[in-house]
C-alpha cells in the first residue's frame, strides 16, 4: 500500500486490548489514513483505551456488532474502505469453556460478515486488503519440542482456537474461492498495558496489588511464548503494508515461560514496586483445579517475518512486564472501572472465590 494515498481503514475490535494498541499505532503513524474503529463495546471493549487519540482528525468510533449482518452491509456501503484490519473477537479461552455458542457467533459468524461485505467493496478497489488477526492456539498443543511454523497443520483443542481456526479457513476459502486478498498472522500470547484482568498476566499483577490468591491452573507446568503488545502492534503495521497477499505470517517473542515460572518472576518484580518483603507475593500461589483440554505448550517460529519483514521483538520480558506492571500502578482507575460490577460475577464463577 503506498503511504502518501489516503486510505480509509476499518479497524474491527479497536477498543480492546491488542486493537486499541492497533488504532493508536495507526492513527498516530498515519495522519493520512481515516481510521474507523468498529467495536461492539462488550466486557472487554473500553473506550477508555482510546483517550489520547479519540480528537484526532483522523480518527471515529462507531459502535456495532459484526455479527448482525445488515449492520455490516451497511457500514461498508457509506465507507469505501480501501482494507479491514480485524481483530474483533471472543478471545478468552476460560470463557469460550462456559459459553461457546458466543465464540462461534463472533468469531465465524462476525468474520463471515465482514468478508461477505469486503468481496462488494473489493471488486471496484484492487487495492484492498481484509487483514485477519489470528493466534497461534489454532495449531493446537506442542509437546516438549518443536514449534509451530506457517506450515503446521490446524488442530484447535479448545472452543475459542476452534472458532479462530474456522475463521482463518474462511478468510482463505474467500481468497481461494472469490478472490478476495487478504492476509493472515497468527500471534504468540500478548501481554501489556490495557489488558483486561482475565489473562493470566494482568489478573495477576491486580491479585497481587490486592494480595489476593493466585490461581495458577494444574501444576503451573504449562507454557507460553509471550509478546510485548506494542511488538505485536509493529508486526500487524508491517504486515499489513508488506505483507504478501495470500500469506500467513506466525509472530511470536522468542520467549517461552512456564506459567509457574512466570508467576514467581512476576512476584519478585511486585514484590519490589511494592516495597513488600521478598518473597510476600509468592505466598500467594495457590494451585487450583485444572483448565479442560489445557494446552500443554505453545511456541512460534516467527523467522518467516523475521526474513521477509525484518520484524523482531523489541523489548526483553523484564523490560515488557515492568512497563506493564508500572502502566497498572498508574492506571488504577481504569483497574477499578473494569473489575466492578459483572467481573465480580465472573470471577466468583471461574474461580469459586
Ligand atoms: P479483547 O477481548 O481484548 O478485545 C476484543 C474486542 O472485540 C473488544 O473491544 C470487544 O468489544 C470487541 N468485540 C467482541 N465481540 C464483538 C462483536 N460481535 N462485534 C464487534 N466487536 C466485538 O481481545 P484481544 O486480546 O485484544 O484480541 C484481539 C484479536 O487478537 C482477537 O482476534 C484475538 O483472537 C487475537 N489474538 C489475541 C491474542 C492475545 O494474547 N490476546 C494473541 C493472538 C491473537
Ligand atoms: P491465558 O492468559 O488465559 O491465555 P491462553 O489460555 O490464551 O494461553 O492463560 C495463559 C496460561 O495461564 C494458560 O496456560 C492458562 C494459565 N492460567 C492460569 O494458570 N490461571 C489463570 O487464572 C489463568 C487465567 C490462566
Not at 91 to 97: C, E, Y
Not at 253 to 281: H, P
Request: with cysteine.
Amino acid at each position: 500500500m503506498k503511504k502518501n494515498t489516503l486510505k480509509n481503514i476499518l479497524i474491527t475490535g479497536g477498543a480492546g486490548f491488542i486493537g486499541s494498541h492497533v488504532v493508536r499505532q495507526f492513527v498516530n503513524k498515519y495522519s493520512n489514513y481515516r481510521v474507523l474503529n468498529l467495536d461492539a463495546l462488550t466486557y472487554a471493549g473500553n473506550l477508555e483505551n482510546l483517550k489520547e487519540i479519540e480528537q484526532a482528525p483522523n480518527y471515529s468510533f462507531v459502535k456495532g456488532d459484526i455479527a448482525d449482518a445488515d449492520f455490516v452491509n451497511d457500514l461498508f456501503s457509506q465507507n469505501h474502505f480501501d482494507g479491514v484490519i480485524h481483530l474483533a473477537a471472543e478471545s478468552h479461552v476460560d470463557r469460550s469453556i462456559t459459553d461457546p455458542v458466543s465464540f462461534v457467533r463472533t468469531n465465524v459468524l462476525g468474520t463471515v460478515n465482514l468478508l461477505n461485505a469486503s468481496l462488494q467493496v473489493a471488486k471496484d478497489n484492487p487495492d484492498f486488503l481484509f487483514y485477519h488477526i489470528s493466534t497461534d492456539e489454532v495449531y493446537g498443543s506442542l509437546g516438549k519440542e518443536g514449534l509451530f511454523t506457517e506450515k503446521t497443520a490446524y488442530d484447535p483443542n479448545s472452543p475459542y482456537s476452534a472458532s479462530k481456526a474456522s475463521s482463518d479457513h474462511f478468510v482463505r476459502a474467500y481468497g481461494e474461492t472469490y478472490g478476495l486478498p487478504y492476509v493472515i498472522s497468527n500471534c504468540s500470547n500478548n501481554y501489556g498495558p490495557n489488558q483486561f484482568p482475565e489473562k493470566l498476566i494482568p489478573l495477576f499483577i491486580n491479585n497481587i496489588i490486592q494480595n489476593k490468591a493466585l490461581p495458577v491452573y494444574g501444576d503451573g507446568n504449562y507454557t507460553r511464548d509471550w509478546l510485548f503488545v506494542k511488538d505485536h502492534a509493529e508486526a500487524i503495521d508491517l504486515i499489513f503494508h508488506k505483507g504478501k497477499k495470500g500469506e500467513t505470517y506466525n509472530v511470536g517473542g522468542f520467549n517461552e515461560w512456564k506459567n509457574i515460572d512466570l508467576t514467581k518472576l512476576l512476584c519478585r518484580l511486585m514484590d519490589k514496586k511494592l516495597n513488600r518483603q521478598e518473597g510476600a507475593s509468592e505466598k500467594l500461589i495457590t494451585f487450583v483445579k485444572d483448565r479442560p483440554g489445557h494446552d500443554l505448550r505453545y511456541a512460534i517460529d516467527a523467522t518467516k517475518i523475521n526474513q521477509e519483514l525484518g520484524w523482531k521483538p523489541s523489548v526483553t520480558f523484564e523490560e515488557g512486564l515492568e512497563n506493564t506492571i508500572d502502566w497498572y500502578f498508574e492506571n488504577q482507575e481504569w483497574l477499578d472501572h473494569v473489575t466492578s460490577g459483572d467481573y465480580l460475577e465472573y470471577y466468583k464463577k471461574q474461580y469459586q472465590a
